[in-house]
């Protein structure tokens, strides 16, 4: 049974145009929640998070994995990071060989800062490098340069860590060629792992509003599934598997907490926004109060700063596990869905997806094709109509 935790760190240098996630720009929130109080306020949060799961009959392993992310975790010294890692190794414990990771800009980053990481115990580092054209950056609201990304990698590799780097496809302006020259870029930095997403566009956002406002085109479904392609295919001939809709990595450097995520093993979220999910002894997941101050003020009074929680249904938790799992290269476990279906399915009625082109079957497995990534959401709900869900 494995146990993960993930940090959420909200703070960042700037916010860019495309982001709507639970960060901020600002030192100090108020309510404690501040850069330099950071740590210590997780590290009572975690506290308070034991002695509720005590309270409630779960007592989880040592840790498997952890994950720093945000945000920009680095924005903090990285002292503060490994106060962190030590708590959770003196209050959960930390399993031999667990995966320790953080997130990184490469604009915060250097070579004695990488190394005091690795001298602390992490073992894998993901840079944000999202594109290596300049003007694609720009259009992000990206600083950094392809130089800051190399560089760190070859300080993590220096160092020791295992390097992974995220890559956005579909920006405005983005051209066939300009995403190629991002993959090949990083592709060329030796790494052994590489997320690709594609741009989701908030309304709310920087970004967002541009485009509403015709000041930017909207990005397009067709060019997305040309860059998919071809992100694919580029990898594929590097040497790098895909193993989950949007990552691919070297055959043992795939990331362990991601995959914790897709195979809904227990995860603690430590820090505002944070969401975290018990398998027992009831199906639970909740979620930490976004903003850091009123986060900061529920901690300070002694309790557990969630905003919210709700139990999981059992025909909840069988849509997660088939959404989950047709997302993974190792595919969908059919036995797993029938367990939790109660009988089994008419698995001849799987061949019209086959013949569609969207899985294919290997044994008990389900796994989605290419053309089943780039369908993803059409193949979960046929999925689920063959489930009657």
């Known amino acids: 049974m494995a146990y993960e935790i993930y940090i959420h760190v909200p703070f960042c240098m700037r916010r860019c145009g495309y982001c709507d996630f639970n960060t901020y720009t600002a030192t100090d929130l108020g309510g404690g929640a501040s850069r330099g109080n950071y740590a210590a306020m997780v590290i009572k949060e975690m506290k308070l998070v034991r002695q509720w799961q005590l309270d409630h009959g779960i007592d989880e392993p040592a840790v498997s994995t952890v994950f720093f992310g945000g945000g920009t975790p680095t924005i903090l010294p990285a002292a503060d990071l490994i106060r962190m890692l030590d708590a959770i190794r003196s209050i959960w414990g930390i399993e031999n060989g667990a995966e320790i990771t953080t997130e990184a800009n490469p604009d915060t980053v250097d070579a004695e800062y990488i190394k005091t990481l690795a001298d602390g115990g992490f073992t894998r580092i993901s840079f944000g490098m999202q594109s290596a054209v ?210 089994e399915m008419d698995r001849s009625q799987l061949n019209t997806l086959s013949h569609d082109g969207l899985i294919v079957l290997d044994g008990d497995r389900v796994i989605p094709t290419r053309r089943g990534r780039l369908l993803n959401d059409a193949l979960i709900g046929d999925f689920f109509d063959l489930c009657d869900l």
């Not at 560089?151 to 300009?178: F, K, M, N, Q, T």
């Not at 993959?183 to 509003?209: D, F």
């Not at 990005?219 to 989950?244: M, T, V």
């Open 134 to 343: 300049p003007h694609v950056l720009r259009t992000l609201d990206r600083t950094h340069t392809p130089a800051n990304v190399e560089a760190g990698v070859r300080a993590a590799d220096h160092a020791g860590l295992r390097s992974s780097v995220d890559l956005i496809y579909g920006a405005p302006g983005e051209s066939l060629d300009d995403w190629r020259t991002s993959v090949r870029a990083a592709v060329g930095l030796g790494v052994n792992h590489i997320s690709a997403y594609a741009l989701t566009v908030e309304p709310t956002t920087k970004m967002g509003r541009m485009i509403a406002a015709g000041r930017l085109p909207k990005p397009d479904d067709d060019d997305e599934a040309a860059k998919y392609e071809i992100a694919d295919d580029l990898f594929s001939e590097a040497g790098l598997q895909w193993y989950e809709v949007s990552n691919w990595a070297r055959p043992g450097y795939e990331s362990r907490h991601n995959l914790g995520y897709w195979r809904n093993v227990d995860w603690a979220g430590l820090g505002p926004g944070a969401h975290s999910h018990y398998a027992s002894p009831d199906a639970l997941r909740s979620w930490d109060i976004a903003h850091p101050r009123l986060w900061g003020t529920a901690i300070a009074e002694g309790r557990v700063p969630w905003q919210g929680s709700e139990h999981i249904s059992p025909e909840e938790d069988l849509e997660e596990t088939i959404m989950l799992g047709l997302r993974l290269r190792e595919g969908l476990d059919l036995k797993r869905v029938e367990s939790k279906l109660g009988h």
